[in-house]
């Protein structure tokens, strides 16, 4: 029986983290965007909590310069322990330790930022030829509707690849990653994806299912993004890649399948849902959501009078 990597376990994650930050300018001038405070935790602990969720407690992170916040985060802080230690603060202390405690993290640097694609090519020598998650920062994804456990559910049965697909207004196709997909009997949720297009043209769209930023990959997307040319904005996208592998060999470990997903999720990379993530997130939680909602209730009914 030919091997296929489809049952080798998967333990490791890729966050690619290398990205500018542009559109929170001026606030990521001298802070990663992936810092910047969902309610009281930066957005990049989110997904990291996501990826420990799964089970995942391998977790490399692709940098690039000015991004040495997020390895400090990811650290003991020893004189800050310390002080709170002394002070016998037990519940700021369990918090500033949280974050050292998900997982083993690692990091790389991507040297030239050539897109999505490249910045996963970076993890060749780290993910060893072993099937891996890959986490977008900027996609926050509700912890009470776990996404990426079904995705390494469906690759272990399937093998291949899986993408995280999420039904989109038709108007904002051209934003993401569009997938064309067609029924393969695995459940309501999984589909057999046969053809994906990088934020299409208006019209061109072959679907209104996006592709967010969840992925578990076969090893074999390292030989095809080395194969990848630059693709929209110049850039070598995930997208193309994983569109060359719908065409290999499922014994190959070529195929890609979707995951539909229907909970809840937020864009921090955008502005607006980044504030719509913060005012949900804090309404619902236990300390201060009771205050805020009353707060909310009130600058709702006063404030936003037309
Ligand atoms: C990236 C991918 C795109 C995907 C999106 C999900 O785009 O290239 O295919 O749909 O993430 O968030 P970006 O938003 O980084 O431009």
Not at 87 to 116: C, F, I, T, W
Not at 153 to 176: K, N, R, T, W
Request: proline content about 6%.
């Amino acid at each position: 029986m030919t091997t296929t990597t489809s049952r080798i376990p998967v333990t490791k994650a890729v966050v690619p983290a290398a990205g500018l930050g542009t559109r929170f300018l001026p606030a990521t001038k001298a802070t990663p965007k992936e810092m910047l405070p969902v309610v009281d935790k930066p957005a990049i602990q989110y997904v990291v909590e996501e990826a420990s969720a799964a089970g995942l407690s391998d977790i490399l992170m692709v940098t690039g310069r000015n991004k040495r916040a997020l390895e400090d985060h990811f650290d003991r802080a020893y004189e800050l322990e310390e002080l709170l230690v002394r002070k016998g603060d037990e519940d700021r202390l369990r918090r500033v330790r949280e974050s050292v405690e998900l997982a083993n993290m690692h990091y790389v640097r991507q040297g030239d930022p050539k897109g999505l694609g490249h910045a996963v090519s970076v993890a060749e020598q780290h993910v060893a030829g072993q099937p891996f998650a890959v986490l977008l920062g900027d996609d926050l994804i509700d912890p009470r509707d776990p996404l990426l456990a079904r995705m390494i559910e469906v690759q272990q049965e399937l093998g291949g690849s899986v993408v995280a697909l999420m039904e989109v207004d038709p108007s904002q196709i051209h934003l993401y990653g569009c997938a064309a997909v067609k029924a393969n009997g695995f459940g309501e949720d999984v589909f057999q994806v046969t053809d994906l297009v990088e934020k299409p043209e208006p019209g061109e769209a072959p679907s209104n299912y996006a592709v967010i930023g969840r992925y578990v990959l076969d090893p074999l997307v390292f030989d095809v993004l080395r194969e990848t040319p630059p693709g929209r904005g110049g850039e070598i996208q995930l997208t193309d890649a994983l569109r060359e592998l719908t065409t290999r060999d499922a014994e190959a470990g070529g195929q890609v399948h979707g995951v539909l997903f229907k909970g809840r999720r937020y864009d921090t990379g955008d502005r607006a849902d980044y504030l719509r993530a913060i005012v949900r997130l804090a309404a619902e939680r236990e300390d201060l959501g009771p205050e805020f909602r009353s707060w909310l209730r009130e600058f709702v009914g006063s404030e936003l009078q037309d």
